[in-house]
């Protein structure tokens, strides 16, 4: 009897992963499909000042317009696009897209996120370069988003694409900055500009529990020593812009300011 009910409980299993292999051939057939039809669109959250609101910049998240699924978020497809290796080519049409928009910006910056996968390329500054030229962008108003895992990877090769980046004004961002690996030693190892406090300290500060104080205004003061600016990333409450104004950060983002969206604030 338990071996039967064993085999049923395997049955159902194997139903689920078939399912869910299906799902994903399906999905990465779409993706394919969404490369050839460029089928995202990028979406644009403000990056402000906490003290007057004002707009200093936009990140760029991707969107895809899928024609049955309606309009996807990053979470539902970019671990098969990395696993598949067609997040390099996503990310080109995104970048495409973004950079045109650069071109018709006359201030502020636009920051993209890019997967670590385009530092194993040693031609990924070159080829962002030369975007920005064929479209007429400046490329010192381009910001790079990278997490710590890009910084693990091939580092020589990484460095260099970042350093001839940052030699032609695009500045590096590191995002999620306190989830990864917390090897603190990149943080002057690599040309780092900004460091995004991640989501996760930011919504600590609404308990007002002293120990989210204490970390966030740990890692302020580690920037600060390093010379290097800070955003806060996922900022939803008064109460929270507050508390980041009082220690030190006047960098922020997120909904209390403006959700991602198709147009560009201001
Ligand atoms: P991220 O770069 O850390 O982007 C911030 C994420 O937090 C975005 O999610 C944004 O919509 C969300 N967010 C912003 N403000 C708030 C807030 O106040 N509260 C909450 N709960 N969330 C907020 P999104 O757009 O779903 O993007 C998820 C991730 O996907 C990004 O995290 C980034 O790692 C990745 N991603 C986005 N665009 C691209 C892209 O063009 N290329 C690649 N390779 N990855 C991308
Ligand atoms: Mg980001
Ligand atoms: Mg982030
Ligand atoms: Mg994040």
């Known amino acids: 009897r338990?071996?039967?009910?064993?085999?049923?409980r395997s049955a159902v299993f194997d139903q689920v992963m078939r399912e869910t292999?299906?799902?994903?051939?399906?999905l990465e057939a779409d993706l394919r499909r969404a490369i050839i039809h460029d089928e995202f669109v990028p979406h644009y959250q403000p990056i402000v000042d906490m003290t007057d609101g004002?707009?200093?910049?936009?990140e760029a998240l991707l969107r895809w317009q899928h024609e049955r699924r309606g309009l996807l978020a990053p979470d539902a497809f970019i671990a098969l696009g990395e696993d598949s290796g067609l997040?390099?080519?996503?990310?080109?049409?995104?970048?495409?897209q973004v950079v045109r928009?650069?071109?018709?910006?006359?201030?502020?910056?636009?920051?993209?996120?890019?997967?670590?996968?385009?530092?194993?390329?040693?031609?990924?500054?070159?080829?962002?370069?030369d975007l920005c030229r064929t479209h007429g962008a400046d490329p010192a108003q381009l910001r790079l988003e990278i997490t710590e895992v890009a910084l693990?990877?091939?580092?020589?090769?990484?460095l260099r694409s970042l350093r001839t980046l940052r030699e032609h004004g695009v500045l590096a961002q590191?995002?999620?900055?306190?989830?990864?690996?917390?090897?603190?030693?990149?943080?002057?190892?690599?040309?780092?500009?900004?460091?995004?406090?991640?989501r996760s300290f930011v919504s600590g500060l609404d308990s007002d529990q002293p120990e989210s104080f204490?970390?966030?205004?740990?890692?302020?003061?580690?920037?600060?020593?390093?010379?290097?600016?800070?955003?806060?990333?996922?900022?939803?409450t008064e109460h929270q812009r507050r508390a980041l104004l009082g220690l030190g950060c006047r960098r922020g983002q997120g909904y209390l300011f403006g959700r991602p969206a198709p147009q560009l604030v201001n």
């Open 87 to 96: 997040i390099e080519q996503v990310d080109w049409l995104m970048y495409a």
């Open 214 to 236: 204490a970390l966030v205004r740990a890692i302020l003061a580690l920037a600060n020593t390093l010379g290097i600016e800070t955003i806060a990333e996922g900022v939803e």
């Open 101 to 129: 928009r650069l071109a018709q910006q006359p201030k502020g910056y636009l920051s993209v996120n890019v997967s670590p996968r385009h530092f194993s390329s040693a031609d990924f500054a070159e080829r962002l370069l």
């Open 21 to 26: 292999a299906l799902h994903s051939l399906e």
């Open 54 to 58: 004002r707009v200093i910049g936009h």
């Open 2 to 8: 338990a071996k039967a009910q064993g085999r049923d």
């Open 174 to 198: 590191l995002d999620d900055f306190g989830t990864g690996f917390s090897a603190l030693s990149y943080l002057h190892r690599f040309p780092l500009s900004v460091l995004k406090i991640d």
């Open 152 to 158: 693990l990877d091939d580092a020589p090769r990484t």
